[in-house]
């Protein structure tokens, strides 16, 4: 059974770097054609798209967050990470990564960690 | 700001028929698979039909899905007050090459 789950810290202080990690269990990261994303839904609106690693090392960002983001895998972890510089309130927002087939939207998501970016 | 359209509520009386839709265009819905996710209050998105119209094991089959064109929707019979919720409609866009999703839509069990 897969399962995502994201950590990191809770509270970002402004211009500084979020950084969030998802630890997948249940499946090989590197296996099979699946893409390994990120999804924010900040507190009362809907979801956005961040972006996302294919099992071929490929990255896709939402072009809104490119300049400042980073999606990078650790296979012998079996893990993917998040990394967004300069962050500012408007990143405040719960995270989820999450699992999806290439053309597709996700299947299976994390259960989701609430980042706050306040000084 | 969202690039699927989806009304902002809807609601119905337990027993009900509820039909939720979402709009996109030729370079997302209309080329690509649709999913639905269900939202309750302080949980992750729960995965509701795939591909348009197929439901994952343990969801009932109350809910179904459908498309055509460029539009989709989501339909809820019998409704019941635990399907109070949040939903939102979710697609690949071939433009952005990667997942866009509509606005939500929260759902009223009155």
């Known amino acids: 059974q897969l399962q995502l789950q994201e950590s990191g810290p809770g509270l970002v202080k402004p211009s500084e770097t979020l950084s969030l990690i998802c630890t997948v269990s249940g499946v090989s990261i590197s296996s099979g054609s699946y893409c390994w994303g990120w999804i924010r839904q900040p507190p009362g609106k809907g979801l956005e798209w961040i972006g996302y690693?294919?099992?071929?090392?490929?990255?896709y960002y939402n072009p809104s967050l490119k300049s400042r983001l980073t999606i990078f895998v650790d296979a012998s972890k079996n893990q993917f990470s998040l990394k967004l510089t300069s962050v500012t309130a408007a990143d405040t927002a719960v995270y989820y990564c999450a699992r999806h087939v290439v053309y597709g939207s996700p299947t299976y998501w994390g259960q989701g960690t609430l980042v706050s970016v306040s000084s | 700001q969202f690039v699927l359209t989806q009304p902002p509520s809807a609601s119905g009386t337990p027993g009900q028929r509820v039909t939720i839709s979402c709009s996109g265009s030729?370079?997302?819905?209309?080329?690509?698979?649709v999913n639905w996710y269900q939202q309750l209050p302080g949980t992750a998105p729960k995965l509701l039909i795939y591909?348009?119209?197929e439901r994952p094991s343990g969801v009932p089959d109350r809910f179904s899905g459908s498309k055509s064109g460029t539009s989709a929707s989501l339909a809820i019979s019998g409704l019941q007050s635990e399907d109070e919720a949040d939903y939102y409609c979710a697609t690949w866009d071939d433009n952005l090459s990667g997942p866009v999703f509509g606005g939500g839509t929260k759902l009223t069990v009155l």
């Open positions: 690693i294919n099992y071929s090392g490929n990255t």
């Open positions: 030729t370079s997302n819905v209309g080329r690509k698979a």
């Open positions: 591909s348009n119209n």
